[in-house]
């Protein structure tokens, strides 16, 4: 099993920036990836960004493409998702994820407001 702590989020204005961290815990060997993944009410779960554990290799959507950026700690066993420039549509909530031996595991969700 791997545990997951999202921190960071909360409100911010059009144009403004915040910091999404994700701490892993429990089975953390041979996880991977991780990354992250948005979803507003009544919408499916969509991807944001993520992160190949060993190589670093990223991969965004295309809407946050040039304006998130993801990356990891090995040693605290944390990934972190820088957001620049936000729009009122990346308004959701977010949640970290890893992928381990088949399995994905999920954090419990941390809200992004983005206000105009």
């Known amino acids: 099993q791997v545990q997951l702590v999202e921190s960071g989020g909360g409100l911010v204005q059009a144009g403004g920036s915040l910091n999404l961290d994700c701490a892993a815990s429990?089975?953390?060997?041979?996880?991977?990836?991780m990354g992250w993944f948005r979803q507003t009410p009544g919408k499916e779960r969509e991807f944001v960004a993520r992160?190949?554990?060993?190589?670093?290799?990223?991969y965004y959507a295309d809407s946050v493409k040039g304006r998130f950026t993801i990356s990891r700690d090995n040693a605290k066993n944390t990934v972190y998702l820088q957001m620049t420039s936000l729009k009122p549509e990346d308004t959701a909530a977010y949640y970290c994820?890893?992928?381990?031996?088949?399995?994905?595991?999920w954090g419990q969700g941390t809200q992004v407001t983005v206000s105009t």
């Open positions: 994820y890893a992928r381990r031996l088949g399995t994905n595991y």
């Open positions: 429990g089975r953390t060997e041979s996880i991977y990836s």
């Open positions: 992160i190949i554990w060993s190589s670093g290799s990223t």
